[in-house]
């Protein structure tokens, strides 16, 4: 489990910002960490900003919602440049489903932590296909604390770092749920993929 560094740290000029990434497969349970992250620092009572890319409505237009229905509101952003301009003098920046925003999210996450913010980001960290989910590989670099989240392979019930889509579909981008994703473990999914 993720301890949090310096969460009772009252006084605004010692803090020190951080990138912390939460990272796995679809039904990891990376916002189901996030949410508990978060609901951790509103406890603590620090000033907490979410923020979700506005095209994930899956499970509500406005909330962060896990898996297994936790949700935490947030703010639905078109760009990562929206984000500087929303933060404002918060203490800790949640955001979801980063692989959804473009690479400027890595200087975005640069300026909020550098300003002296918490900064928690959430999200896949390869594709359907196998591979680096962008831009998750220039944040796992330059987080000073990374967590890697395990589903559980829907077909033989080892540990799961894989999201292997369900439809012939070859879109990189394909928001979708159990009907159109399962997770599953290295050895199931390089066997479909073959």
Same mark, same amino acid.
């Given at each position: 489990?993720? %301890?949090?560094?310096?969460?009772? %740290?009252?006084?605004? !000029?010692?803090?020190? /910002?951080?990138?912390?990434?939460?990272?796995?497969?679809?039904?990891? /349970?990376?916002?189901?960490?996030?949410?508990?992250?978060?609901?951790?620092?509103? %406890?603590?009572?620090?000033?907490?900003?979410?923020?979700?890319?506005?095209?994930?409505?899956?499970?509500? @237009?406005?909330?962060?919602?896990?898996?297994?229905?936790?949700?935490?509101?947030?703010?639905?952003?078109?760009? #990562?440049?929206?984000?500087?301009?929303? #933060?404002?003098?918060?203490?800790?920046?949640?955001?979801?489903?980063?692989?959804?925003?473009?690479?400027?999210?890595?200087?975005?996450?640069?300026?909020? #932590?550098?300003? /002296?913010?918490?900064?928690?980001? $959430?999200?896949?960290?390869?594709?359907?296909?196998? !591979?680096?989910? @962008?831009?998750?590989?220039?944040?796992? $670099?330059?987080?000073?604390?990374?967590? !890697?989240?395990?589903?559980?392979?829907?077909?033989?019930?080892?540990?799961?770092?894989?999201?292997?889509?369900?439809?012939?579909?070859?879109?990189?981008?394909?928001?979708?749920? !159990?009907?159109?994703?399962? #997770?599953?473990?290295?050895?199931?999914?390089?066997? @479909?993929?073959?």
């Amino acid at each position: 489990m993720f %301890i949090e560094p310096f969460i009772s %740290i009252k006084n605004k !000029k010692d803090k020190k /910002g951080h990138i912390e990434v939460i990272c796995g497969s679809m039904f990891s /349970g990376k916002t189901e960490e996030l949410i508990r992250r978060l609901n951790r620092a509103l %406890i603590a009572k620090q000033k907490v900003e979410i923020f979700k890319p506005s095209i994930d409505k899956r499970y509500h @237009e406005l909330d962060v919602v896990s898996h297994n229905e936790n949700a935490i509101r947030s703010t639905p952003v078109n760009f #990562a440049e929206d984000i500087l301009l929303l #933060a404002g003098d918060c203490d800790v920046v949640g955001i979801d489903e980063v692989q959804f925003f473009d690479n400027h999210i890595v200087h975005i996450a640069n300026v909020l #932590a550098n300003g /002296g913010k918490r900064v928690i980001l $959430a999200g896949l960290d390869m594709d359907f296909e196998g !591979k680096a989910f @962008e831009p998750m590989p220039q944040l796992l $670099a330059i987080a000073e604390y990374v967590t !890697k989240v395990h589903a559980i392979c829907m077909k033989c019930g080892d540990l799961a770092s894989y999201s292997y889509r369900l439809s012939d579909t070859k879109d990189k981008v394909m928001l979708g749920e !159990k009907d159109s994703y399962e #997770a599953r473990c290295r050895k199931c999914f390089y066997e @479909e993929k073959n």
